[in-house]
């Protein structure tokens, strides 16, 4: 867990999004692999295609979460806490996260968003995630973290990690992100402020998935604010 300490924000890149190499382990990439079948885990399922999201099928865990999960949501939040309050500050947002991802549940579920957010998405030969934002509510986290639970090269062919930013007046940039079997990548959820000649200005951030050209792929994706 070294790589989320006080450095995490210095590693972000020119796209607000930093690689955790190896956050999980060959042996927990497939524990959790395994969880896609244990119904009683999910709460809900969702075929993307049939909401234009794209094509493939998720899963949104029940409370209570995997313990995995559950330590990797908590674990994780304290400094990226850090970065969102400094993203906060120079976006000129009264909003400030608190320290414990405990507190910050406690403040989502006050506001009536009270399910939980973490999941499990399966792509296989053909499938996609379209370009999106991981918003449920008013209440938003503004970092968030997916997980690779396969092993690219081996267990699938394509599928690579997307992520696009759009600036004020301007195209939309694209931007992959390597991944290897176990990596995680920390990315803006919805936007992120960049440096400009006159201060700091916001970008508009989507993340999604390109097409799995063959093979199974897996994510777990955390996401830190619950949902309405
Ligand atoms: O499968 C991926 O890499 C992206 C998953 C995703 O959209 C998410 O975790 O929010
Ligand atoms: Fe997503």
Redesign the pocket.
């Known amino acids: 867990m070294d790589a989320t300490g006080p450095s995490l924000e210095t590693e972000l890149n020119a796209q607000g999004c930093a690689v955790l190499p190896e956050l999980l382990s060959r042996e927990a990439c497939a524990e959790a692999r395994k969880w896609w079948t244990e119904e009683s885990l999910f709460r809900s399922r969702v075929d993307m295609a049939r909401h234009g999201f794209g094509q493939g099928e998720y899963r949104y865990f029940a409370y209570p979460l995997p313990d995995r999960v559950a330590k990797l949501r908590e674990q994780l939040y304290p400094s990226l806490a850090a970065i969102a309050n400094r993203w906060a500050e120079r976006l000129g947002q009264d909003r400030r996260f608190p320290e414990s991802h405990a507190a910050f549940l406690t403040e989502c579920h006050a506001a009536g968003q009270g399910r939980p957010t973490p999941l499990i ?1 399966r792509y296989q030969a053909g499938d996609w ?1 379209a370009l999106h934002q ?1 918003v449920y509510g008013d209440h938003v986290f503004p970092l ?1 973290v ?1 997980v690779l639970l396969s092993a690219p090269g081996r267990d699938f062919e394509g599928g690579e ?1 997307v992520l696009t930013e759009q600036r004020p007046r301007m195209q939309s940039r694209a931007e992959v992100v390597p991944l290897a079997h176990g990596d995680a990548v920390v990315f803006p959820v919805r936007e992120r402020p960049v440096r400009g000649s006159r201060g700091d200005y916001r970008v508009q951030m989507r ?1 999604g ?1 390109s097409r799995v050209r063959s093979g199974l792929r897996f ?1 777990l ?1 955390i ?1 830190f604010h619950d949902a309405t």
């Open positions: 998405l995630n991981d968030q997916a990690f993340h998935v994510t994706g996401i």
